[in-house]
């Protein structure tokens, strides 16, 4: 789980240091992702790698005047996936996100969404596929 805080004017912690919530989220805009506390299908995120300072400036008002959250970003790697027509297929680039189904402390099997953009998420135009563990 990536470090998470809910955007506050406040003192928090930050691998065991303290830190100034607010100073910290404007001085690491490029590895941190601002986004509601209570929303779904990746409406209202801020991915700071993907703003400059002026518009990172703007997503931390709206995030500190708002109920939102600040979260290290996770560092996504695109995976090649075959993408089925009607008549053919290609191999093209996504976003994975696996989920991963445990029985008795085994991997049995996941849930996997796939997704053209960073926000891995069904709702907001992403697919999900199969995830299967086999054994000979």
């Not at 986004?35 to 409406?43: M, Q, T, V």
């Not at 703003?51 to 995976?79: N, P, S, T």
């Not at 993408?83 to 445990?102: A, G, Q, R």
């Amino acid at each position: 789980m990536p470090w998470t805080r809910r955007v506050s004017d406040r003192k928090t912690t930050r691998k065991g240091q303290r830190i100034d919530l607010l100073e910290f989220i404007r001085s690491n805009r490029p590895r941190l992702l601002l986004k509601p506390n209570d929303d779904y299908g990746g409406h209202g995120i801020y991915f700071g790698a993907q703003l400059d300072e002026h518009e990172w400036d703007k997503a931390i008002e709206r995030a500190f005047l708002g109920d939102y959250i600040v979260q290290d970003a996770l560092d996504l790697h695109l995976e090649m996936f075959p993408i089925f027509s009607e008549t053919d297929w290609k191999l093209h680039p996504m976003f994975v996100d696996t989920n991963p189904f445990l029985f008795r402390g085994k991997v049995c099997g996941a849930m996997v969404r796939l997704s053209a953009t960073p926000i891995v998420n069904v709702t907001s135009g992403g697919g999900e596929t199969g995830f299967f563990v086999l054994q000979e």
